[in-house]
């Protein structure tokens, strides 16, 4: 079974900051890693995933993560972040290969950019 | 464009009423889900079903069933609502290939239970 520990439940950030919301997973099988997003009242987005080959991914929005296998991480960073960014950020793990299509979520990061 | 609806964006309902929560595909996805949502919790899944008429509980069955009759819709049923299944329910779908497994979600409901 996985597990996915998202250290931080609220990081405030100003605009135009970096930010980094922290991904931790635990897991004996090789797996495929997600991150989502969901704005005020709507359902869930996916954001990025790792399936496999590079272990740097990205988002159309300037978003990226990368798949640190040694420290069983799956950060999430950008550069500069906006105001249209705050929003709640889940990460979330399945066992990779045919069958496995359960994903576990994180408790979620709750990104709020200050003005 | 993939899409998932729920029945309901809000809904209230009396302790020990039954209670339905509807969701549709248009992907001719196999799979979907139901999670509920909590401040604090993240999600957490109560059931999936991979097929036409195939189920399985996940974390937090209880006090929940569901129905899956037809490919494009998964209910979801409470059978007595109770005040600590008051919360957010997000439905989800997926295909079962391997590469594909991101889950699509719809825009969930929130219900209320006095």
């Known amino acids: 079974a996985q597990s996915v520990t998202q250290l931080d439940s609220q990081v405030p950030v100003f605009e135009e900051a970096p930010v980094e919301l922290r991904c931790n997973y635990s897991s004996s099988v090789s797996v495929y890693l997600f991150w989502y997003v969901q704005y005020p009242n709507q359902g869930l987005q996916l954001l990025l995933k790792?399936?496999?080959?590079?272990?740097l991914v990205e988002s159309i929005n300037g978003f990226e993560a990368e798949f640190n296998k040694s420290q069983t991480s799956f950060h999430l960073r950008k550069p500069s972040v906006h105001i249209s960014d705050t929003a709640e950020y889940f990460c979330?793990?399945?066992?990779?290969?045919?069958?496995?299509?359960?994903?576990?979520f994180g408790k979620g990061t709750k990104l709020s950019v200050i003005p | 464009d993939v899409k998932v609806t729920q029945s309901s964006r809000y809904l209230v309902k009396r302790t020990g009423e039954k209670v339905f929560l509807e969701c549709v595909q248009d992907?001719?996805?196999?799979?979907m889900f139901w999670y509920r949502q909590d401040p604090g919790l993240g999600l957490r899944l109560i059931y999936f079903?991979?097929?036409?008429?195939?189920?399985e509980k996940g974390d937090i069955p209880e006090g929940y069933s569901v129905s899956r009759e037809k490919k494009e819709r998964f209910s979801l049923i409470l059978e007595s609502a109770s005040t600590n299944q008051t919360s957010m329910y997000l439905c989800a779908s997926s295909l079962s290939h391997p590469v594909k497994y991101e889950q699509y979600f719809g825009p969930g409901t929130r219900l209320t239970v006095t």
């Open positions: 979330a793990v399945s066992e990779a290969g045919a069958g496995s299509y359960q994903l576990t």
């Open positions: 079903s991979y097929d036409v008429k195939m189920k």
């Open positions: 992907m001719d996805h196999e799979n």
């Open positions: 790792y399936l496999s080959g590079s272990t």
